[in-house]
């Protein structure tokens, strides 16, 4: 079984209401880019000085997910341990270009003997895209991988990931779960609702979109996003476009990360292929909460449906920008299928990794809450 405790950094200390006595091999710092700068060295000294030889993996957030609350400039710690589970966390820095190698090698770092999951937490300076096609090369869809890309509040500036004191932009934490005891699955939906036509991507590079229907696409874009296109790219995150999955069938929501005016393009987080199928979405709070129940039920474990003893959630932040004052309900709505027992811990993020369907090969997400849930047995 997974024993877990949960703190928030307060006043220079880490408080908690929770007494349990634990030994955990893995600490979760979900975080403030400002309070991590500011006070993220101490504070994982001092949990390290709570529990020696734990792990700390520290990530800068769009907002902290504990339970089914939201908390904003602050840290929040979630500790974990496990009977029948070994972890081996490794850190990885690369420069601009490198990061299907790095992808590569961090799968390559892992035996995949009793490697039940992969969590993997990177800054937003990597190419999250790329590093998934490393990993999935050689993986092949065999082992579970998810997790998501740091995020800096709204300020889309710098984020941070790190392993105990190390923490810094360029940087890649892998953690690796040994064991034939864990259990482990995935949810991942969006919620968004697909308005007007399909088109067919005619002309695309990379995470560059030029053309749909052999037209540019930056005027369609506009025109479909009325007064708001004046907001444009930050507006871009309330309307992103799904891409039908070539593989599954499913769709594939991709957030725009900017424009260009000279050659009427859309720039993406993450890649659009010639001859895709292409639609623009649209934000409906009602939407959004049955994505969250659809990707907390997804996530329950085995055929008997039983709730989690933790949960991951990584949400994007373009879905907290939606849902404004209504964004703790996405979490109540995960809470509601879950019920009070299971430990739920997570961010809000710039983009989020996951499978598709169960155990398939991971992939780059945006706007969707991804949900990854284990137990030990």
Known sequence: MIVSKQYEWLNGEWKSNNETVIKPQLCLVF???FEIEKEGILAVEELKKKYPGTKVVTTSTAGNIVGDELKDNTM???????????????????????????????????AQERLSYLLLLSTSEV??????????????????????VAGDDTRFEKTLVGVDEDIKENNIVAVG????NLLVSNGSRGGWSPFGPKARVTKAEGNILYEIDNAPVLPIYKEY???KAKDL????LLFPFSIIDEETGERIVRAIQDIN?????LVFYGEIKKGSSIQLMRAQTEKLFEGAVDSASKSLLTKDLIPPQVAILISCVARRLALDQLTEEELEEVRSVYGE?????GFYSYAELSPVKGNSRCHLHNQTLTITSFSEF
Do not use: Q
């Open 341 to 345: 027992k299971t430990t739920m811990c």
């Open 177 to 180: 779960f040994y064991s034939d």
């Open 76 to 110: 929040i710690a979630t500790c974990l341990s496990f009977e029948k589970t070994e972890i081996n966390v490794l850190s990885f820095t690369i420069g601009k270009g490198r990061a299907e190698k790095i992808g590569s090698l961090i799968a390559n770092s892992y």
């Open 31 to 33: 975080g403030s880019r």
């Open 261 to 265: 005016e000279e050659d009427e393009s």
């Open 233 to 236: 790219p930050s507006s871009g």
């Open 225 to 227: 996003l009325g007064k």
């Open 127 to 148: 190419d999250a895209e790329s590093l998934i096609h490393g990993i999935n090369s050689v993986f092949a869809g065999k082992i579970n991988v998810s997790g998501g």
